[in-house]
């Protein structure tokens, strides 16, 4: 099967400008993830879409960050206006939505991320 | 909260030499635990993950990792290095019930030296 398709790879900006980030999951995961992972950290969850509502966005800066994933298939993170802190590897992944009590079991399929440099 | 702490930002081993990598959890109630690869340039792979049928976890590329209710560890182990494993690895935690949110430590680099 297809992986989770990311676009664009890298992505140079300045400071206040905007950038937006796609990602296609893979054909009929019904979950999909953002993740920001910084240089030297782990990936860290910003918004979790469960078909095309939010089911997590607790750590999405909001005042500055936004996505939607209206029809269930692919999103967009967007940024706007971009920081210097906010220059990191933005990781989009997929999963089946499996619900109940083994839904901590469920397996992340990791695009190979967008790397956002901000001058 | 869960959280997972990987002790050692950075390994180096020999070729041929055993590979451990140490993460431990911070949770209520045992979770399920993961352990996941990147090579540079690219995404996160699973290598294997831990969903209490077995406390010994055999993953791919001759990985497995032990779960040790007693010590809240999840260590990966590997009885021979190659060039190949060199790369950032990440233990990760997710809770039983409630959703499959990924919590993931801050990452441990595997330097396989020839």
Known sequence: EAGVAQSPRYKIIEKRQSVAFWCNPISGHATLYWYQQILGQGPKLLIQFQNNGVVDDSQLPKDRFSAERLKGVDSTLKIQPAKLEDSAVYLCASSHLIAGPFSGANVLTFGAGSRLTVL | ?114
């Not at chain 2, 209520?28 to 294997?48: E, I, K």
């Not at chain 2, 021979?80 to 060199?86: E, K, Y």
């Open chain 2, 1 to 114: 909260a869960q959280s997972v702490t990987q002790l050692g930002s950075h390994v180096s081993v020999s070729e041929g030499a055993l590979v451990l990598l140490r993460c431990n959890y911070s949770s209520s109630v045992p979770p399920y635990l993961f352990w996941y690869v990147q090579y540079p340039n690219q995404g996160l792979q699973l290598l294997l993950k831990y969903t209490s049928a077995a406390t010994l976890v055999k993953g791919i590329n001759g990985f497995e990792a032990e779960f040790k209710k007693s010590e809240t560890s999840f260590h990966l182990t590997k009885p021979s290095a190659h060039m190949s494993d060199a790369a950032e690895y990440f233990c990760a935690v997710s809770k039983r019930i409630g959703g499959n949110k990924l919590v993931f430590g801050a990452g441990t680099i595997l330097r396989v030296k020839s």
